[in-house]
């Protein structure tokens, strides 16, 4: 478009990846325990999730009390290092992992949400157990994150009461089968579709809005263009349902096919990856490394806030 002076005005693109909207949601803050943290307006900016894995293969040598002094430190690096939510894990779901008890799940979660409560950051756990939910919240956690999306009655129940955010997640299959042979109609349509009803029935069973976030389940029963077109339609996916979006894309496989490298050289692609899904829509990306994304999101934000 050309004005008399011969100047272009700021051109217009078509809507598409990284044309960046505000998001409508009903509340511009996401009640996260004993936490608020802004999704929306003036005062977002993305909030990043660190990854605290407290499964033993994260573990450099097995002693418990080895591995919770690795925990802590992990943890004490990622709040220097800017992070707005620790989420700790118990269980590995990386495809093909053995399931564990719920018992020896709290053994590994109870010690880290102890030594963490008072920490200043929201806590998150990361798990599909009725009962470890329960124990968390009752220690003091913040957040539940399940990748099942709360579709066991006995979850939503545990974490209905009280003012703990949600994180309700798509996933096809379960962990240990999920990456056999993805397959869907319309995967856009399909993940869009079961976190709308996911979305229902938390607000049924009594959990309020502002505490209900979303997530596209980036590796869970997806291929790499499953998980490609999820994230280059994610501010749709977003926008359709209205929550705030969590997506998770830190060192997985899509990044290793997109890079061809091996998980430990995959910290430059994440990056790349948080980058792309906070331009499309994710106000919360869960990520490895906390302080080389915080860097990154911080330049976009800038420059998002100049327009
Ligand atoms: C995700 C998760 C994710 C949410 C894992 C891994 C696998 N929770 N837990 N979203 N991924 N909400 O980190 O590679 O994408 S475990």
Redesign the pocket.
């Known amino acids: 478009m050309l004005t008399r002076g011969g100047e272009r005005s700021p051109p217009r693109f078509a809507d598409g990846p990284g044309t960046f909207r505000m998001p409508e949601l009903s509340r511009n803050y996401l009640q996260c325990g004993r936490f608020r943290l802004p999704v929306s307006g003036d005062a977002f900016r993305p909030l990043v999730m660190g990854?605290l894995n407290v499964t033993p293969d994260s573990f450099s040598d097995g002693g418990r009390f080895d591995g919770l002094e690795l925990a802590l430190s992990h943890a004490e690096q990622m709040i220097a290092d800017g992070v707005d939510i620790v989420d700790i894990?118990g269980e590995s779901?990386?495809p093909g992992a053995p399931p564990v008890s719920a018992e020896e799940e709290l053994r590994r979660v109870m010690p880290v949400v102890y030594a963490l409560r008072d920490c200043g950051k929201p806590l998150s756990v990361?798990t599909r157990r009725p009962l470890v939910m329960r124990e968390v919240l009752a220690a003091g956690a913040d957040m539940i994150?399940d990748?099942e999306g709360f579709r066991d009655p006995a979850s939503l129940a545990a974490v209905s009461d009280g003012d703990c955010a949600i994180?309700i997640?798509h996933m096809q299959g379960e962990p240990q089968s999920m990456q056999q042979a993805p397959q869907y109609g319309d995967v856009f349509a399909e993940v869009r579709d079961f976190l709308r009803e996911r979305v229902a029935r938390a607000q049924a069973a009594g959990i309020s809005a502002d505490r209900i976030c979303i997530?596209p389940?980036?590796?869970?029963g997806k291929t790499v263009a499953h998980n490609l077109k999820l994230l280059a339609w994610q501010q749709e996916l977003q926008q359709a349902i209205g929550f705030p979006l969590?997506a998770?894309l830190?060192?997985?496989s899509t990044i290793g096919q997109l890079t061809g490298k091996p998980v430990e050289q995959r910290m430059a692609g994440s990056v790349g990856a948080a980058l792309v899904a906070a331009m499309n829509g994710a106000q919360i990306v869960?990520v490895h490394d906390v302080a080389e994304t915080v860097d990154a999101l911080k330049v976009w934000d800038a420059a998002r806030r100049a327009r």
Do not use: A, E, W
């Not at 389940?217 to 869970?220: A, C, Q, S, W």
């Open positions: 990854i894990g779901t990386r990361d994150n990748i994180c997640m997530d389940g980036y590796g869970f969590l998770g830190s060192r997985k869960r």
